[in-house]
């Protein structure tokens, strides 16, 4: 009975895997299903823009941020740009310094500092739109360079006075420095290219990302403003919005470049506060999603949007019953049963590879080019599973929690084998249980190796180097790239 029940369970755990693979598929369906709409011209009268950059010590990219904000290309009496600035170190001195050199230039620039921190970023944001003079509000984070066409390119797509929000694409400053920023890239790349695009054109929710996107005032207000009871305050923001009845538009074709964590560590913290928020993100707003005079078809994708953190949980569990599971068939009773999990593996691995084949080929990278990445973007998927649980267990939790930002290397880390010293984020007690993990998964190997359950090999690799890319990653820095390229050679 025990052997049924774990064999039950991982099956089950399998299946559900296999439908968020179903949904991959969907997206892609629906990517090609629906086309875009070009925006109108721009306004002979152009509205007045506030820029809101809200830092806190960022002190390796702030310059960067101001000098590429000022040099936007705007009628200079219609641009106000905001420093939210809640710094406290030198962040602060170079951003002073930057603004008033630009004031000089004729810039209407100023930093806006808070006697707190009350809110984090929601609410230096509120604080800022305050004081803000736009009826437009673009936000950068701190890592973002925005292009000098930035607003000429988006502003059109406020045409109808219906839309509230216009998302930009990420694109990348570092992607090729290590096997991490490839994978993440590319995980990046999916969820704008063909999620953010397939949501918006076919009139499903999506949400503004926290940066490189463009608010009218009057739907921030509308939908009761910057709230900090949720560590997505974009997020919880953009599905308060659309339930107001607020448009929004994806622009897939303004790329505003960005940096992407440097180390493993950084990349787990910022994964993390998303995956807590989204889940927040849940709870607070669920009720009102089910309640609302919307299409179930809406409805349905905005609980796949919301839950998609979900996946790692199933992942999680299903590496806990892996090793079990190779131990029951090992003994010969269940090999028949491997007819019906092999096809799930299949379609949820084929699905993901299907996924990304769109988004390369839509980005216009060479013809299977990403599979070279592919390998990493399975082991890291893995690999941090243990990290998503974590934040889902924190999401289901009536605390919100502390705004933890990732920390940022600027120029440095554009280069292979950055070094974040002080900056980077704490070490903390899941890398510990990630290495603990691939040890098992070790064993497992040999195990099925001794006992000829060749099947079984393939599966028990992957997760054992997805846990210990992730897991070497967080501890061993300088480990990483190497790790990495072992996997990329399985």
Known sequence: MLELAVLALYLTVLSLLGLYGVHRLFVVWLYYRTRAQPPGPLPDDLPVVTVQLPVFDERHVIGRLIDAVCQLDWPPDRLEVQILDDST??????????????????????????????????????HGLGEARGALVAIFDADFVPPRDFLRRMVPSFDDPNVGMVQARWGHLNDE???????????????????????????????????????????????????????????????????????FVFRPDVVVPAELPADMRSYKTQQL????????????????????????????????????????????????????????????????????????????????????????REIGERPFAFLTRLPIVFALGIGIALNQTHAIVDGMRPRVGAFVRTPKSGSRGLERGVRLGADRAPLGWLPWIELAMAVVYGFAIAIAVAIGYWASVPFLALFGAGFAFVALGSILPEAEPVVAETIAAK
């Not at 008033?100 to 707190?116: F, K, M, P, Q, S």
């Not at 609302?292 to 919301?306: D, G, M, Q, T």
């Not at 998609?308 to 028949?336: K, S, W």
Request: aromatic fraction near 12%.
């Open 89 to 126: 170190d030198a962040t602060t001195l170079i951003a002073e310094a930057r603004a008033e050199a630009w004031r000089r230039a004729g810039v209407d620039v100023h930093v806006i500092r808070r006697g707190n921190r009350v809110g984090y970023k929601a609410g230096a944001l509120q």
């Open 177 to 247: 420095a290590s096997a991490l920023t490839r994978a993440a890239a590319l995980l990046l790349d999916g969820h704008f290219v063909l999620e953010h695009t397939a949501r918006h054109r076919s009139g499903r929710f999506f949400n503004f990302n926290g940066t490189a996107g463009i608010w009218r005032r009057a739907c921030i207000e509308d939908a009761g403003g910057w709230q900090h009871d949720t560590l997505t305050e974009d997020l919880d923001l953009s599905y308060r919005a659309q339930l107001r009845g607020w448009r």
């Open 273 to 360: 506060r998303w995956a807590t928020g989204s889940i927040q993100t849940a709870r607070k707003l669920g009720p009102s999603i089910l309640r609302a005079p919307l299409p179930w078809w809406v409805k349905l994708e905005s609980f796949f949007h919301l839950g998609a953190n979900g996946a790692y949980a199933l992942v999680l569990m299903l590496a806990i019953l892996l090793p079990f599971n190779v131990a029951l068939r090992g003994r010969g009773t269940f090999h028949e049963w491997l007819v019906l999990d092999l096809p799930i593996f299949a379609l949820a691995m084929g699905s993901v590879t299907i996924f990304y084949a769109v988004v390369a």
